[in-house]
Protein backbone atom coordinates (compact mmCIF):
# COMPACT_ATOMS: atom_id res chain seq x y z
CA UNK A 1 0.00 0.00 0.00
CA UNK A 2 1.16 3.60 -0.81
CA UNK A 3 2.12 5.36 2.37
CA UNK A 4 2.94 9.27 3.04
CA UNK A 5 6.45 8.11 3.77
CA UNK A 6 6.66 7.39 0.02
CA UNK A 7 5.21 10.57 -0.67
CA UNK A 8 7.77 12.09 1.51
CA UNK A 9 10.53 10.23 -0.51
CA UNK A 10 9.96 11.50 -3.11
CA UNK A 11 9.68 15.27 -1.93
CA UNK A 12 13.19 14.94 -0.57
CA UNK A 13 14.57 13.72 -4.15
CA UNK A 14 12.88 16.67 -5.41
CA UNK A 15 14.47 18.99 -3.19
CA UNK A 16 17.90 17.44 -3.48
CA UNK A 17 17.88 18.16 -7.55
CA UNK A 18 16.11 21.05 -7.19
CA UNK A 19 19.18 23.19 -7.37
CA UNK A 20 20.88 21.24 -10.41
CA UNK A 21 17.16 22.22 -12.42
CA UNK A 22 17.29 26.13 -11.24
CA UNK A 23 21.09 26.19 -12.47
CA UNK A 24 20.43 24.64 -16.23
CA UNK A 25 17.53 26.84 -17.68
CA UNK A 26 17.77 23.75 -20.44
CA UNK A 27 13.69 23.08 -19.59
CA UNK A 28 12.21 20.93 -21.99
CA UNK A 29 8.27 21.26 -22.03
CA UNK A 30 6.01 18.72 -23.54
CA UNK A 31 2.54 20.05 -24.39
CA UNK A 32 -0.41 17.87 -24.55
CA UNK A 33 -4.14 18.85 -26.33
CA UNK A 34 -6.73 17.64 -23.43
CA UNK A 35 -9.84 19.37 -24.67
CA UNK A 36 -12.93 17.31 -25.15
CA UNK A 37 -11.48 16.34 -28.77
CA UNK A 38 -7.84 15.44 -27.36
CA UNK A 39 -9.04 13.57 -24.40
CA UNK A 40 -11.93 11.68 -26.79
CA UNK A 41 -9.00 10.73 -29.33
CA UNK A 42 -6.86 9.33 -26.54
CA UNK A 43 -4.73 12.39 -25.17
CA UNK A 44 -5.24 10.37 -21.38
CA UNK A 45 -3.00 7.38 -21.76
CA UNK A 46 -0.87 9.72 -24.11
CA UNK A 47 0.00 11.60 -21.37
CA UNK A 48 0.91 8.76 -18.56
CA UNK A 49 2.96 7.19 -21.37
CA UNK A 50 4.69 10.64 -21.14
CA UNK A 51 4.65 11.08 -17.42
CA UNK A 52 5.65 7.64 -16.94
CA UNK A 53 8.37 7.39 -19.18
CA UNK A 54 10.20 10.42 -18.41
CA UNK A 55 9.56 9.83 -14.02
CA UNK A 56 10.86 5.98 -14.91
CA UNK A 57 14.21 7.68 -17.01
CA UNK A 58 14.41 10.08 -14.09
CA UNK A 59 14.45 13.14 -16.96
CA UNK A 60 13.85 16.24 -14.20
CA UNK A 61 14.55 19.15 -16.86
CA UNK A 62 11.13 18.26 -18.80
CA UNK A 63 8.03 19.33 -17.74
CA UNK A 64 4.39 17.79 -18.98
CA UNK A 65 1.28 20.07 -19.24
CA UNK A 66 -2.16 20.45 -20.81
CA UNK A 67 -3.61 22.81 -23.02
CA UNK A 68 -6.73 22.90 -24.49
CA UNK A 69 -8.24 22.75 -28.40
CA UNK A 70 -5.97 24.37 -31.09
CA UNK A 71 -8.12 23.84 -33.72
CA UNK A 72 -6.65 20.59 -35.74
CA UNK A 73 -9.06 18.06 -33.89
CA UNK A 74 -9.01 15.58 -36.62
CA UNK A 75 -5.12 15.31 -35.50
CA UNK A 76 -5.53 14.69 -32.14
CA UNK A 77 -4.35 13.76 -29.77
CA UNK A 78 -1.47 16.50 -30.47
CA UNK A 79 2.05 16.84 -29.15
CA UNK A 80 4.23 20.43 -28.68
CA UNK A 81 7.81 19.23 -28.05
CA UNK A 82 9.88 22.44 -26.86
CA UNK A 83 13.45 21.94 -26.78
CA UNK A 84 15.13 25.20 -25.69
CA UNK A 85 16.56 27.24 -28.25
CA UNK A 86 14.51 25.12 -30.97
CA UNK A 87 11.51 25.47 -32.76
CA UNK A 88 8.68 23.71 -31.65
CA UNK A 89 7.87 19.91 -33.10
CA UNK A 90 4.35 19.22 -33.30
CA UNK A 91 3.26 15.35 -33.00
CA UNK A 92 0.14 13.89 -34.42
CA UNK A 93 -2.14 11.13 -33.40
CA UNK A 94 -0.35 10.29 -30.84
CA UNK A 95 -0.52 6.39 -28.70
CA UNK A 96 1.54 5.82 -25.79
CA UNK A 97 3.92 3.61 -27.74
CA UNK A 98 4.62 6.43 -29.78
CA UNK A 99 4.96 8.87 -26.61
CA UNK A 100 8.20 6.26 -25.42
CA UNK A 101 9.52 6.85 -28.60
CA UNK A 102 9.29 10.35 -28.79
CA UNK A 103 10.79 10.72 -25.46
CA UNK A 104 13.58 8.14 -26.26
CA UNK A 105 14.32 10.03 -29.60
CA UNK A 106 13.76 13.76 -29.35
CA UNK A 107 13.65 14.42 -25.87
CA UNK A 108 16.84 12.16 -24.97
CA UNK A 109 19.21 11.60 -28.33
CA UNK A 110 17.68 14.94 -29.83
CA UNK A 111 16.35 13.09 -32.76
CA UNK A 112 13.12 14.80 -34.10
CA UNK A 113 10.85 11.54 -34.81
CA UNK A 114 9.81 12.99 -38.29
CA UNK A 115 7.44 10.29 -39.21
CA UNK A 116 5.02 10.98 -36.26
CA UNK A 117 5.00 14.93 -37.01
CA UNK A 118 2.46 17.56 -38.23
CA UNK A 119 4.98 17.61 -41.11
CA UNK A 120 4.53 14.11 -42.41
CA UNK A 121 1.11 14.55 -42.89
CA UNK A 122 0.77 17.02 -45.19
CA UNK B 1 -16.23 9.03 -24.70
CA UNK B 2 -15.15 5.40 -24.24
CA UNK B 3 -15.41 5.58 -20.20
CA UNK B 4 -17.13 7.59 -17.66
CA UNK B 5 -13.67 8.92 -16.50
CA UNK B 6 -12.75 10.79 -19.67
CA UNK B 7 -16.71 12.57 -19.33
CA UNK B 8 -14.93 13.47 -16.15
CA UNK B 9 -11.30 14.64 -17.15
CA UNK B 10 -13.41 16.93 -20.12
CA UNK B 11 -15.88 18.12 -17.23
CA UNK B 12 -13.69 19.20 -14.60
CA UNK B 13 -12.04 21.40 -17.45
CA UNK B 14 -14.86 23.83 -16.94
CA UNK B 15 -14.55 24.36 -13.24
CA UNK B 16 -11.05 24.93 -14.18
CA UNK B 17 -12.16 27.76 -16.88
CA UNK B 18 -14.30 29.30 -14.12
CA UNK B 19 -11.15 29.24 -12.11
CA UNK B 20 -12.98 27.65 -8.96
CA UNK B 21 -10.75 27.09 -6.07
CA UNK B 22 -12.03 23.66 -4.99
CA UNK B 23 -13.39 21.37 -7.16
CA UNK B 24 -15.34 18.11 -5.93
CA UNK B 25 -15.87 14.74 -7.70
CA UNK B 26 -18.32 12.75 -6.30
CA UNK B 27 -18.97 8.68 -7.58
CA UNK B 28 -21.43 7.30 -5.03
CA UNK B 29 -22.45 3.70 -6.33
CA UNK B 30 -25.70 2.13 -5.33
CA UNK B 31 -26.02 -1.27 -6.32
CA UNK B 32 -29.34 -1.68 -4.20
CA UNK B 33 -31.11 0.97 -6.14
CA UNK B 34 -28.79 0.55 -9.33
CA UNK B 35 -27.76 3.67 -9.98
CA UNK B 36 -24.54 5.67 -10.14
CA UNK B 37 -24.23 8.82 -9.73
CA UNK B 38 -21.45 11.11 -10.79
CA UNK B 39 -21.62 14.96 -9.38
CA UNK B 40 -19.16 17.64 -10.16
CA UNK B 41 -19.25 20.92 -7.99
CA UNK B 42 -17.32 23.86 -8.03
CA UNK B 43 -17.08 27.37 -6.35
CA UNK B 44 -16.27 29.38 -9.85
CA UNK B 45 -17.65 32.24 -11.14
CA UNK B 46 -20.62 29.89 -12.20
CA UNK B 47 -23.43 31.00 -14.65
CA UNK B 48 -26.29 33.37 -15.11
CA UNK B 49 -30.10 31.97 -16.25
CA UNK B 50 -29.61 32.95 -19.90
CA UNK B 51 -25.95 31.19 -19.80
CA UNK B 52 -27.50 28.11 -18.27
CA UNK B 53 -30.20 28.07 -20.52
CA UNK B 54 -27.63 28.13 -23.91
CA UNK B 55 -25.78 25.49 -22.04
CA UNK B 56 -28.86 22.97 -21.62
CA UNK B 57 -29.73 23.68 -25.00
CA UNK B 58 -27.25 23.16 -27.49
CA UNK B 59 -23.72 22.38 -27.69
CA UNK B 60 -22.73 25.42 -26.41
CA UNK B 61 -19.28 27.04 -25.42
CA UNK B 62 -18.00 29.95 -23.44
CA UNK B 63 -15.10 29.89 -26.19
CA UNK B 64 -14.30 33.00 -28.68
CA UNK B 65 -12.71 31.57 -31.19
CA UNK B 66 -15.32 28.77 -31.92
CA UNK B 67 -19.06 28.25 -31.39
CA UNK B 68 -19.12 24.86 -30.52
CA UNK B 69 -19.35 23.17 -27.18
CA UNK B 70 -19.57 18.79 -26.83
CA UNK B 71 -18.61 18.40 -23.53
CA UNK B 72 -22.08 18.76 -21.30
CA UNK B 73 -23.87 17.35 -24.97
CA UNK B 74 -21.58 14.09 -24.89
CA UNK B 75 -21.79 13.78 -20.89
CA UNK B 76 -25.49 13.86 -21.40
CA UNK B 77 -25.51 11.65 -23.92
CA UNK B 78 -23.83 9.39 -22.38
CA UNK B 79 -26.78 9.15 -19.28
CA UNK B 80 -29.28 9.11 -21.24
CA UNK B 81 -28.09 6.42 -23.19
CA UNK B 82 -28.27 4.35 -19.41
CA UNK B 83 -32.13 5.01 -18.98
CA UNK B 84 -30.71 8.00 -16.68
CA UNK B 85 -29.75 12.01 -17.19
CA UNK B 86 -27.50 15.22 -16.66
CA UNK B 87 -28.88 18.04 -14.67
CA UNK B 88 -26.93 21.65 -14.40
CA UNK B 89 -27.29 24.39 -11.40
CA UNK B 90 -25.24 26.87 -11.51
CA UNK B 91 -25.55 30.43 -9.90
CA UNK B 92 -23.62 33.26 -10.98
CA UNK B 93 -21.04 34.04 -8.33
CA UNK B 94 -21.18 31.31 -6.54
CA UNK B 95 -20.56 27.94 -8.55
CA UNK B 96 -21.78 24.78 -10.70
CA UNK B 97 -22.77 21.41 -10.01
CA UNK B 98 -22.96 18.69 -13.23
CA UNK B 99 -24.99 15.88 -11.60
CA UNK B 100 -25.21 12.42 -14.23
CA UNK B 101 -26.96 9.79 -13.18
CA UNK B 102 -27.03 6.31 -14.88
CA UNK B 103 -28.71 3.02 -14.61
CA UNK B 104 -25.75 1.22 -13.13
CA UNK B 105 -26.53 -1.91 -14.39
CA UNK B 106 -27.38 -0.92 -17.93
CA UNK B 107 -25.71 -2.76 -20.75
CA UNK B 108 -25.37 1.02 -22.39
CA UNK B 109 -23.73 2.15 -19.68
CA UNK B 110 -20.16 3.25 -20.14
CA UNK B 111 -17.17 1.49 -17.75
CA UNK B 112 -16.10 4.16 -15.29
CA UNK B 113 -12.56 3.00 -16.88
CA UNK B 114 -9.38 4.67 -15.57
CA UNK B 115 -10.12 6.75 -12.91
CA UNK B 116 -7.02 7.04 -11.44
CA UNK B 117 -5.48 8.59 -14.31
CA UNK B 118 -8.25 11.04 -14.97
CA UNK B 119 -7.36 11.94 -11.08
CA UNK B 120 -3.71 12.15 -11.92
CA UNK B 121 -4.09 14.41 -14.93
CA UNK B 122 -6.48 16.82 -13.11
CA UNK B 123 -3.93 16.97 -9.67
CA UNK B 124 -1.27 17.95 -12.16
CA UNK B 125 -3.55 21.44 -13.20
CA UNK B 126 -3.94 21.97 -9.40
CA UNK B 127 -1.61 24.29 -8.42
CA UNK B 128 -4.46 27.05 -7.84
CA UNK B 129 -7.40 25.38 -7.19
CA UNK B 130 -7.60 21.58 -4.54
CA UNK B 131 -9.11 18.58 -5.95
CA UNK B 132 -11.47 16.55 -4.21
CA UNK B 133 -12.52 13.10 -5.13
CA UNK B 134 -14.86 11.22 -3.07
CA UNK B 135 -15.90 7.76 -4.47
CA UNK B 136 -19.09 5.93 -2.52
CA UNK B 137 -19.63 1.72 -2.61
CA UNK B 138 -22.18 0.58 -1.16
CA UNK B 139 -21.62 2.39 2.05
CA UNK B 140 -18.12 2.67 2.49
CA UNK B 141 -16.39 5.34 0.59
CA UNK B 142 -12.95 6.79 -0.06
CA UNK B 143 -11.89 10.35 -0.07
CA UNK B 144 -8.86 11.59 -2.25
CA UNK B 145 -7.52 15.24 -1.73
CA UNK B 146 -4.92 17.61 -3.21
CA UNK B 147 -4.39 19.01 -0.24
CA UNK B 148 -3.36 16.24 2.04
CA UNK B 149 -0.71 15.80 -0.87
CA UNK B 150 0.38 19.45 -1.23
CA UNK B 151 1.01 18.82 2.78
CA UNK B 152 3.17 16.73 2.08
CA UNK B 153 5.06 17.70 -0.78
CA UNK B 154 5.03 21.22 0.32
CA UNK B 155 6.62 23.60 -2.47
CA UNK B 156 7.85 20.90 -4.73
CA UNK B 157 5.32 20.98 -8.05
CA UNK B 158 2.30 18.89 -7.27
CA UNK B 159 2.89 18.14 -11.59
CA UNK B 160 6.51 16.56 -11.27
CA UNK B 161 6.10 12.79 -12.91
CA UNK B 162 7.02 11.29 -10.09
CA UNK B 163 4.21 12.76 -7.60
CA UNK B 164 1.65 12.26 -10.50
CA UNK B 165 2.30 8.47 -10.43
CA UNK B 166 2.15 8.82 -6.78
CA UNK B 167 -0.99 9.67 -7.18
CA UNK B 168 -2.11 7.52 -9.67
CA UNK B 169 -1.25 4.44 -7.92
CA UNK B 170 -2.14 5.54 -4.36
CA UNK B 171 -5.64 6.06 -6.22
CA UNK B 172 -5.70 3.07 -7.83
CA UNK B 173 -5.24 0.55 -4.70
CA UNK B 174 -6.98 2.53 -2.13
CA UNK B 175 -10.10 2.10 -4.97
CA UNK B 176 -9.25 -2.06 -5.48
CA UNK B 177 -9.30 -1.68 -1.37
CA UNK B 178 -12.58 0.11 -1.28
CA UNK B 179 -14.27 -2.35 -3.79
CA UNK B 180 -12.75 -5.54 -2.15
CA UNK B 181 -10.40 -5.83 -5.15
CA UNK B 182 -9.58 -5.13 -8.74
CA UNK B 183 -13.10 -4.83 -11.10
CA UNK B 184 -13.21 -5.39 -14.59
CA UNK B 185 -14.42 -2.04 -15.33
CA UNK B 186 -11.96 -0.06 -13.67
CA UNK B 187 -8.67 -0.45 -15.72
Not at chain 1, 88 to 111: C, F, G, L, S
Amino acid sequence: MKSLEELRAIKEKMKASVNDRNENSDKIKVVIGMATCGIAAGARPVMQAFLDEIAKRGLDNVTVSQTGCIGMCKLEPLVDVFLPGEEKVTYIKMTPEKAVRVVNDHIVNKNIVSEYTIGSAE
Amino acid sequence: MRELSLHILDIVQNSITAKADTITVEISENIEADELKITISDNGCGMDEETLARVNGTFATSRTTRKIGMGIALFRAAAELSDGYLTLASKKGEGTVTTAVFRHSSIDRMPLGDISGTMMLLSAKAKDFDLIYRHIWCGNEFVFSTKDIKEVIEDTPIDTPEVLNYIHDYIHENLNELFGGERDEIS
